[in-house]
């Protein structure tokens, strides 16, 4: 299983911590303690990888030592975050979503009344006219 640790650069501020991560241009975070801002951090950086891999850039090398931005106020922390790749995109991509489907009131009132689960019915429909007879293991939850 891939496994990512990059270091992250946790800010003090009057309220908790602001971080970011000197390897990853745009991937910030905040909490509101040290350990939630740990937490988000995980967070944050997964997503921003997750994104990264669906849109076909280039994940970058992490630093054994990270370029801390000049404006970084005093009190600084250098920390490691580690994410797992493979089951933030598992989670994400398996997670329920919500669409829109147009059918005839008929076929609506016959459905309700024989307490058809639409959600059920139309993913095994739509894997039928797929043709996907079994849900690939890495998209399993």
């Not at 241009?25 to 988000?40: H, I, K, L, P, T």
């Not at 933030?88 to 689960?117: C, F, H, S, Y």
């Amino acid at each position: 299983m891939r496994k990512f640790t990059y270091l992250a650069v946790f800010e003090p501020t009057e309220i908790g911590y602001s971080v970011y991560f000197p390897d990853i241009v745009g991937c910030v975070s905040y909490g509101d303690s040290f350990e939630e801002a740990q937490r988000e951090a995980a967070d944050a950086l997964g997503l921003h990888i997750y994104g990264m891999e669906k849109d076909g850039d280039k994940i970058p090398t992490p630093s054994k030592t990270p370029q801390i931005d000049s404006e970084t106020v005093a009190g600084y922390i250098v920390s490691p975050v580690t994410v797992f790749p493979d089951i933030v995109r598992n989670e994400l991509d398996n997670r329920a979503v919500k669409t829109n489907l147009t059918i005839p009131a008929w076929l609506k009132e016959m459905a309700e009344a024989q307490g058809v689960n639409y959600s059920k019915v139309f993913q095994i429909a739509l894997m039928d006219y797929l043709g996907i007879n079994q849900v690939p293991m890495h998209d399993r939850k």
